[in-house]
């Protein structure tokens, strides 16, 4: 069967979350790791490198920040299946629907306030004690992670969606077979 437009955006959706997540998880942590060994090492020599708990923890951010749209696709993010369960079928589809589209709606305002709060901290003109960066860029991460997780959030509405009514039995949330 050939997939709809819709399937294949949500698909393509999922591949950038995943591969944002990938770039966070192998990349950030590789470097945060190895920046924290050297500083540790180098404090024994008197070689610590400066600002590096700054920098560590702004890498931290948007660490968190890339990998919660996949964290999303995946569905490893807390649900409680306890109520849900106990529903009929059809009736449970509705309940993660809806669900669903809250947590849009939850996520969609957190991406607007917090990047309200962003802007009104880059209006400032502050800047960091160790590296001297303007602090928006702690909240620019902060900001991301609900702004790519939008995309995400659609589609997974979209497949709970077409699954109350009788489509898109194809795919589960997260790509794979049901």
């Known amino acids: 069967m ?4 819709a399937e294949r955006v949500c698909d393509t959706v999922g591949a950038i979350a995943r591969w ?5 998880g192998v990349v950030l942590l590789v470097v945060m790791g190895l920046a924290t060994f050297f500083d540790v090492i180098g404090r024994n020599f008197g070689l610590g490198i400066p600002g590096i708990w700054e920098a560590v923890t702004l890498a931290m951010r948007w660490m968190i920040g890339l990998a919660l749209p996949f964290a ?7 649900t409680v ?5 106990a529903l009929p079928p059809r009736l449970k589809q509705l309940v993660i629907s809806a669900s669903t589209l809250i947590t849009l709606g939850v996520v969609s305002l957190l991406a607007w306030q917090v990047t ?11 800047v960091t004690s160790d590296l001297g960066l303007p602090t928006y860029f702690n909240w620019v991460p902060l900001a991301v992670g609900p702004l790519l997780s939008i995309p995400v959030l659609l589609c997974l509405f979209w497949r709970e969606f077409a699954r109350l009514f009788g489509q898109g039995q194809r795919n589960g949330v997260n790509g794979s077979p049901s």
């Not at 944002?20 to 966070?24: K, P």
């Not at 999303?72 to 807390?78: A, D, K, N, T």
């Not at 299946?81 to 369960?85: A, G, K, Q, V, Y």
């Open 72 to 78: 999303f696709w995946q569905g490893s993010h807390i």
């Open 81 to 85: 299946e306890l109520f849900t369960d």
């Open 116 to 126: 309200v709060r962003m802007l009104d901290v880059r209006g400032y003109g502050g």
């Open 2 to 5: 050939a997939l709809s437009t």
């Open 20 to 24: 944002l997540c990938l770039l966070a």
